[in-house]
């Protein structure tokens, strides 16, 4: 079957860094997203790994093993407004999206 | 680009009646919409897959004369929720596929649905 495993919930610091590891398990493979959610709202798009390495994007980098069917989504400099839940989608052989339940990240002042 | 609108943002309507939700894919062709449905601290649900002028593919558990989706353009998908029921009342989100690219989904900023 299908599977992703992340934290259900992270705690840190603000100015601090965070890493949101993720698991997955899929039917073949296109590339993993990470999007980011607030309560409320729809998702948005963080990053978009395909292939193994690591890919930086401002305060936000992406990091994927294939061969370990593992992703993380590293934030550096945290904010306040870094509070969100963070959903790791990897894309099976049919390019459909599968869905975790996301990690909600707080950030304490 | 790739903004993807929803309209309404938020409805409420009573127990029996229909909704229409309205997806739209504002500086692109989307030849691909998805919809998704989702519940309060829970993962977003796949409801089913719209490609432009064929029929849509519902996932497993959706009742599709229930959830009725039209694609009839390359900008523009509706999602209408039929004799709705207070059970259906939850956050609807569409996304959209542009044309050519197999990837990347643009997603609508959803639909709050609540049935009374």
């Known amino acids: 079957g299908q599977n992703i495993d992340q934290p259900t919930e992270m705690t840190a610091t603000e100015g601090a860094i965070v890493q949101i590891n993720c698991t997955y398990q899929?039917?073949?493979?296109?590339?993993l997203f990470w999007y980011q959610q607030h309560a409320g709202e729809a998702p948005t798009f963080l990053s978009y790994n395909v292939l193994d390495g690591l890919e930086e994007k401002g305060r936000f980098s992406s990091f994927l093993s294939r061969s370990k069917g593992y992703s993380y989504l590293l934030l550096k400099e945290l904010q306040m407004k870094d509070s969100a839940s963070y959903l790791c989608?990897?894309?099976?052989?049919?390019?459909?999206?599968?869905w975790g339940a996301g990690t909600k990240l707080i950030i304490k002042p | 680009g790739a903004v993807v609108s929803q309209h309404p943002s938020w409805v409420i309507c009573k127990s029996g009646t229909s909704v229409k939700i309205e997806c739209r894919s504002l500086?692109?062709?989307?030849?691909?919409m998805f919809w998704y449905r989702q519940f309060p601290k829970q993962s977003l649900m796949l409801m089913a897959t719209s490609n432009e002028g064929s029929k849509a593919t519902y996932e497993q558990g959706v009742e599709k004369d229930k959830f009725l989706i039209n694609h009839a353009s390359l900008t523009l998908s509706t999602l209408t929720v039929t004799s709705a029921h207070p059970e259906d009342s939850s956050f609807y989100i569409c996304?959209?596929?542009?044309?050519?690219?197999?990837?990347?989904?643009?997603f609508g900023p959803g639909t709050r649905l609540t049935v009374t």
């Open positions: 989608a990897p894309m099976d052989s049919n390019y459909q999206l599968i």
């Open positions: 899929t039917s073949g493979f296109n590339g």
């Open positions: 996304s959209a596929r542009r044309a050519g690219d197999v990837s990347e989904q643009y």
């Open positions: 500086d692109f062709q989307a030849t691909t």
